[in-house]
């Protein structure tokens, strides 16, 4: 039987990952095109917008690891699928084939969409979207991907923070979840446009959300929360494939 083609953005490094429970760690990021979300501070529109969708070329498994083994040199480390939301993917027998060479996979989602090969990753990154992304959070949905992960992958929640609304979402979401592991992340509110990765960070002014953020968790004395910037942003700004 064929195996359905995957759509990929772009595949790239190793460099680190930038964000959440896994930050620091070298990694080979497997991008996918395609999303269910519109998020209006998205910063991968060239992976989500559908007017760069003949950006996106259909890979078969054998092409995306024969690109991911060249990358890594054939040295075990963690792929990163990322999107858009790589969740509408077929990515099941891609976790299969490099989990039988010793790699690691982890996935982040918005937890829209629940897949069964979830329960085959070894990191599960959930990151629901706040308020000021304008899109709605559907927790039957996200609930569907906790029973489709079976407790099987290191399972964390991680929410980017824009402003009081967003911390007030976090939260809720934290409260509803209290066995899951919770990251805040300051929202970058200069994200590039798709054409453009050179766009200017305003650099100070995320660093001035960060420190709100940190002011925000210590002050509430919430103390379950880690707050993390995106490493990525400050070594590198909006420069795409790092």
Aim: glycine share 10%; charged share 20%.
């Amino acid at each position: 039987m064929t195996t359905a083609a995957i759509r990929v953005s772009e595949i790239f490094g190793p460099t680190i990952q930038g964000e959440g429970v896994l930050i620091g760690q070298p990694t080979v990021f497997v991008r996918t095109g395609g999303c269910d979300y519109r998020c209006t501070w998205c910063d991968t529109l060239h992976a989500v917008d559908g007017e760069y969708r003949e950006q996106w070329r259909p890979m078969s498994v054998d092409e995306i690891w024969s690109e991911v083994r060249r990358l890594s040199g054939g040295v075990p480390l963690t792929v990163s699928l990322s999107g858009g939301n790589p969740a509408i993917q077929p990515l099941g027998p891609l976790i299969d084939r490099g989990h039988g060479e010793g790699y690691r996979f982890a996935l982040e989602t918005q937890g829209s969409v629940a897949r069964d090969w979830f329960a085959n990753l070894d990191t599960l990154v959930l990151s629901p979207k706040p308020p000021s992304s304008g899109m709605a959070t559907d927790f039957a949905q996200l609930d569907d991907c906790l029973v489709m992960a079976a407790g099987r992958p290191m399972t964390v929640l991680k929410i980017v923070v824009f402003d009081d609304h967003d911390y007030a979402y976090a939260k809720d979401v934290a409260r509803r979840y209290p066995a899951l592991p919770i990251y805040l992340q300051p929202g970058n509110h200069t994200p590039p446009p798709p054409e453009d990765d050179g766009a200017t960070v305003d650099i100070e002014g995320v660093m001035n959300r960060m420190l709100w953020l940190v002011d925000k968790v210590t002050g509430d004395k919430w103390f379950d929360a880690r707050v993390l910037p995106q490493l990525h942003v400050l070594l590198w700004g909006n420069r795409r494939g790092v």
